[in-house]
């Protein structure tokens, strides 16, 4: 479902954008999420992930490192080209597991598929843990 968008976006909590091309795996990551406070929006392709972070302006972003239509290493440094963007923290998933791709991806930040939501929100407060102070909360 690619170009679809899915959004809870709320001023007030660090935002966190999802790419992710399965569609049940981006839900579940979208509702774990959600519930643990984080305004998520969410899209499935390499394309739409470019323009919903520039319309989004995501506190952090978690990408699937294989879209259906682009690389997900590509889609973060297209992002990280727009330089209000450039320090946005990106973690990747995958589930490639072999030796050439564990080394490529290395210096990244990377969930290896199947990954636990403790996990995953070990990862996203981590990154967004800066975000308090630049919403002026206490």
Same mark, same amino acid.
């Given at each position: 479902m690619g170009g679809e968008t899915s959004s809870c976006l709320d001023p007030g909590r660090p935002r966190v954008l999802v790419v992710e091309d399965d569609d049940g795996l981006r839900t579940a990551m979208v509702g774990c999420l959600a519930r643990a406070g984080f305004a998520v929006s969410s899209v499935g392709t390499g394309a739409d992930a470019v323009a919903a972070a520039r319309a989004v302006r995501p506190d952090a972003m978690v990408i699937d490192v294989v879209l259906p239509d682009a690389g997900g290493l590509?889609? *973060? +440094?297209?992002?990280?080209r727009d330089r209000d963007l450039k #320090?946005?923290? %990106?973690?990747? &998933?995958? *589930?490639? #597991? +072999?030796?050439?791709?564990? &080394?490529?991806? *290395?210096?990244?930040? %990377?969930?290896?598929?199947?990954? #636990?939501?403790?996990? !995953? !929100? #070990?990862? %996203?407060?981590s990154a967004t843990r800066a975000v308090p102070a630049r919403l002026g909360w206490p």
């Open positions: 590509g889609v *973060a +440094n297209e992002v990280w #320090s946005v923290p %990106v973690l990747f &998933t995958t *589930a490639l #597991s +072999n030796p050439v791709v564990r &080394t490529l991806l *290395a210096p990244a930040q %990377v969930l290896f598929k199947p990954f #636990s939501k403790r996990q !995953l !929100l #070990s990862w %996203v407060r």
